[in-house]
């Protein structure tokens, strides 16, 4: 499956990457510095994780798809590739979701959720920003994320393909990389 990847930093260029097995997404902790709290009121309370708004291509057991949209507090999510048993011959993502879910006053409950899907956007509604971590490898998390969208991947093959051949301006040849190549590291290639 691809993933595109907005981040909080407007200037920064969306990423697009792929992931075989697993996307995990993870919320920074929300910190406030302790001097700039007043000291004769109480401080609000926060509840954990970020409000998400979630659009997504629900796959039901006759593998027709629903278009859904959510919206929640979660404290993190799981996305992955790899179906589970009761579910073999359907071609989709399986989705667990933290939910937050205010009981009452001060007090909250956690609930996980599965959702299957084709593909689906993520963006974090009020702006809290999260960290997505790619097929458990570290050197590919990606930090300060706004916004994602998964989808299945536009070239299955994992064939390595070359481009044409250009010219930089200091007259040196490079290749350019499409389809999967561009995703691999150089060592592999």
Do not use: W
Not at 74 to 82: N, P, R
Not at 91 to 110: F, H
Not at 141 to 152: D, L
Request: proline share 5%; with cysteine; net charge neutral.
């Amino acid at each position: 499956y691809a993933v595109k990847i907005f981040f909080n930093d407007a200037a920064l260029e969306p990423v697009e990457d792929i992931f075989l097995t697993e996307l995990r997404i993870n919320f920074e902790e929300f910190n406030t510095p302790k001097d700039n709290l007043p000291t004769k009121k109480k401080p609000t309370i926060e509840f954990p994780g970020a409000e998400l708004t979630l659009l997504y291509k629900k796959v039901l057991l006759s593998n027709r798809e629903k278009d859904e949209i959510i919206s929640l507090r979660s404290t993190g999510l799981v996305i992955k590739t790899i179906p589970s048993h009761e579910f073999e011959d359907l071609v989709c993502l399986t989705a667990n979701i933290d939910e937050v879910i205010k009981t009452s006053g001060r007090s909250y409950s956690l609930m996980t959720n599965t959702i299957r899907m084709r593909n689906i956007s993520l963006r974090s509604t009020d702006q809290r920003s999260f960290t997505v971590l790619l097929d458990k490898d570290s050197r590919r998390a990606y930090k300060n994320v706004i916004s994602i969208q998964v989808f299945p991947c536009l070239e299955p093959s994992y064939c390595l393909q070359k481009s044409r051949t250009k010219q930089t301006k200091l007259q040196e040849e490079e290749d350019d990389d499409i389809g999967l190549a561009k995703y691999l590291p150089k060592s592999l290639l």
